[in-house]
């Protein structure tokens, strides 16, 4: 485990400062609010995921997000939780809107630095997601909690290089079963660019706001995606009527 060095002041560099109590500062992405005692460490913190990893989640988004701008507040108000963070609603802050996200300020002393699996990186993700889980869809027949999330995670990690990480979101899907499992395995064989084309058309159609269950969903990735895949998740149980599968069809055909 890396040493978890306390920043110096540079670390404000570059940095706008909106409040001093608690002393809360801005980066492009984040904004970082602790007290004065983790200020820097919680700054260096979203400093580093911002770097070197906000920008591939941002080209796994396809399209430029509409939640782009994260208040991280490190606090130890809810040290109760068996959890590093928590993504809490979208609001407004000192002059600024974004997602509210809470982490656990103390975890800074006893995690390596920069912890990319769970804390700033997996609330952010729930953000930058929203909208398209509860903005410009209806999941609740398919829907599984962070069912998307953990998706998105899994790439995220494999294209960081993060191969621990990728194989333990992987197998945590693959353990819970149900759509949990389906879904981890149509990322394996067909990758990300199925849910990123996805997630690009509930953005570029705001009023569209589609139902998914499973023929609706199926119908939904195989005309974005560009192939039918209903093959795949009928061999995983799921039920796609006969007209789903003709529907999508002809959306192919009209593309050729």
């Not at 801005?26 to 920008?55: C, N």
């Not at 660019?193 to 998914?212: A, G, K, M, T």
């Not at 119908?219 to 529907?247: A, L, M, P």
Request: proline letters at 5%; glycine letters at 6%; aromatic letters at 14%.
């Amino acid at each position: 485990m890396k040493k978890n060095v306390e920043p110096d002041d540079s670390i404000f560099e570059g940095c706008e400062q909106v409040g001093s109590d608690p002393p809360a500062y801005k980066t492009t992405h984040y904004i970082v609010e602790a007290d004065p005692k983790y200020i820097r460490k919680s700054l260096s913190w979203a400093k580093y995921i911002e770097s070197h990893v906000y920008p591939t989640m941002i080209k796994m988004m396809g399209h430029k997000p509409t939640h782009n701008l994260h208040i991280l507040h490190f606090t130890d108000a809810f040290l109760g939780r068996k959890v590093i963070g928590t993504f809490c609603k979208f609001e407004f802050f000192r002059g600024f809107y974004g997602s509210r996200i809470r982490i656990i300020q103390k975890k800074l002393d006893k995690m390596p630095p920069y912890q990319k699996e769970g804390g700033i990186t997996h609330e952010t993700i729930h953000a930058l997601l929203e909208e398209a889980k509860n903005e410009r869809a209806q999941w609740t027949p398919i829907w599984k909690p962070e069912l998307l999330d953990r998706i998105f995670e899994m790439e995220l990690s494999n294209r960081l290089g993060d191969h621990e990480v990728r194989d333990r979101c992987y197998k945590k899907c693959l353990n819970k079963g149900d759509n949990y499992a389906v879904f981890a395995q149509f990322w394996n064989k067909y990758g990300w660019n199925p849910f990123q084309s996805l997630i690009v058309r509930l953005h570029n159609e705001p009023d569209s706001c589609p139902i998914f269950d499973q023929s609706t969903f199926v119908h939904y990735i195989s005309s974005c995606y560009g192939e039918d895949v209903s093959v795949f998740f009928e061999k995983q149980g799921w039920n796609i009527d006969k007209k789903t599968k003709e529907k999508i069809k002809e959306d192919l055909q009209q593309k050729e």
